[in-house]
């Protein structure tokens, strides 16, 4: 069974640029979420997706935002990127069921 | 809302020596308790999970955390580790949909010969 794949794995942006990150679940799972790692803030959840419905939210701005594809796809997309955005984005997919999240290795945004 | 403390950042330990990393936590609701283990340039996998039952949990690799409602706490133990076991340890707390995990700011296990 495939894993969580997330891509991009590595991209570079610059302040003010918009960024589109893409995450495939492992197959039959409908629950998607979002997290950034970064060394000073740990990580941070982002927000979840069910059936293409976000059912929950962290606390970051309205620059970042996500959905979720009928075939539990899911992206995330930050708008004009600032510095501080340099992180380790990592999505995982989970049943729902067993509380086992199952993360992709993630995308390495780095804003210059 | 939920939150964890992991105390320390980083835990320095020989090889075969015994080792405990340390997970507090707080919630005001019935909560689930992880541990994932995160290695260099990769991304989270679980470790070992309580959900109900038992309070003392095993992984396969030979880890083990109990569950102590009373301190609040979910110390994560391993007997004799590994150089392997060298990686970063998350600890993590769910309410009981599981819509959110909320993580520990991680330590990492360092392991030398």
């Known amino acids: 069974k495939a894993g969580v794949t997330q891509t991009p794995r590595y991209l570079i942006k610059t302040r003010g640029q918009q960024v589109t990150l893409s995450c495939s679940p492992i197959s039959g799972h409908r629950s998607v979420s979002w997290y950034q790692q970064t060394p000073g803030q740990g990580l941070q959840f982002l927000f979840e997706?069910?059936?293409?419905?976000?059912?929950n939210k962290g606390n970051f701005p309205g620059r970042f935002s996500g959905r979720q594809f009928s075939n539990s796809r899911s992206e995330m997309n930050v708008s004009t990127l600032e510095l501080g955005d340099s992180a380790l984005y990592l999505c995982?997919?989970?049943?729902?069921?067993?509380?086992?999240?199952?993360f992709g290795e993630g995308s390495r945004l780095t804003v210059l | 809302a939920q939150s964890v403390t992991q105390l320390d950042s980083q835990v320095p330990v020989f090889e075969e020596a015994p080792v405990e990393l340390r997970c507090n936590y707080s919630s005001s609701v019935s909560v689930y308790l992880f541990w994932y283990v995160q290695y260099p340039n990769q991304g989270l996998q679980l470790l070992l999970k309580?959900?109900?039952?038992?309070?003392l949990v095993e992984s396969i690799n030979g880890f083990e955390a109990e569950f102590n409602k009373s301190q609040t706490s979910f110390h994560l133990r391993k007997p004799s580790v590994h150089i392997s076991d060298t990686a970063e340890y998350f600890c993590?707390?769910?309410?009981?949909?599981?819509?959110?995990?909320?993580f520990g700011t991680g330590t990492r296990l360092l392991v030398s010969p």
């Open positions: 309580y959900l109900s039952g038992s309070t």
């Open positions: 995982a997919s989970t049943t729902g069921q067993t509380g086992e999240l199952f």
């Open positions: 997706y069910f059936s293409e419905t976000q059912r």
């Open positions: 993590a707390v769910s309410d009981r949909s599981f819509q959110k995990l909320v």
